[in-house]
């Protein structure tokens, strides 16, 4: 059998990505990575208005920003929204979620990585509870074109608290998630399409809780 070529895209000319909205509010693709110097647009085949809303940034490069801006109203059976490149990015990377609302009804999460992402997620501790934000949360599968990984770091809210992260079916990343480190953590070109749960516990008794989340490794 053929081995088959991977012929790297031209940064320089890196083309529009276009996002199309179907009847059911799902988003083709639904996760991707991108090129930095690439823009986005949105193609909306719902059959009704709505709008796109981009989950801000929980750490970096600083909490509340974002990468894309949120698109209102934006018409069934137009033409695609302007594009849009991204910005608020760590040396050219990053990593967002959104979701289409319709109705005041969101629907997703759907991922874009730009370039080596990764996508934030924070721990946060609060009583007995810890609070995984955002969950769920998606990111792209490995993308053979780019030879680019869908990647995701998660953090702590306080460093002197002492989590543990457990994977209950399977860890999909390597390394292994073991504790929020803060690093980014690929998935492979064999990783499946799936949802992945994981756990979240602080076995320090001083700090106590737990809680829980669900990482969407989405494709097309």
Not at 13 to 26: G, K, L, R, T
Not at 40 to 48: D, I, K
């Amino acid at each position: 059998m053929a081995t088959q070529r991977v012929i790297p895209i031209d940064e320089e000319n890196a083309p529009n990505q276009n996002i199309v909205i179907n009847s059911a509010f799902q988003a083709s693709p639904r996760a991707f990575i991108m090129l930095p110097t690439s823009g986005v647009t949105f193609t909306n085949n719902s059959g009704t208005v709505i709008s796109i809303q981009f989950v801000p940034n929980v750490l970096n490069p600083a909490p509340g920003q974002q990468i894309f801006n949120n698109i209102n109203s934006l018409q069934s059976g137009s033409a695609p929204s302007p594009p849009q490149t991204p910005n608020n990015l760590n040396n050219g990377n990053g990593s967002v979620n959104y979701y289409v609302v319709s109705g005041g009804v969101p629907y997703g999460p759907y991922g874009i990585q730009v370039g080596a992402g990764p996508m934030q997620v924070l721990f946060t501790l609060n009583g007995d509870q810890i609070t995984c934000s955002p969950n769920p949360v998606a990111i792209p599968p490995y993308n053979n074109m780019l030879q680019q990984a869908g990647t995701i770091a998660m953090f702590p809210d306080d460093a002197s608290n002492n989590y543990g992260v457990g994977w209950p079916t399977m860890d999909p990343f390597t390394p292994p998630i073991t504790t929020p480190d803060g690093l980014p953590h690929a998935n492979g070109p064999l990783t499946v399409v799936n949802d992945y749960n994981y756990n979240v516990t602080s076995p320090t008794p001083a700090d106590g809780g737990n809680g829980s989340g669900t990482v969407r490794i989405k494709g097309t």
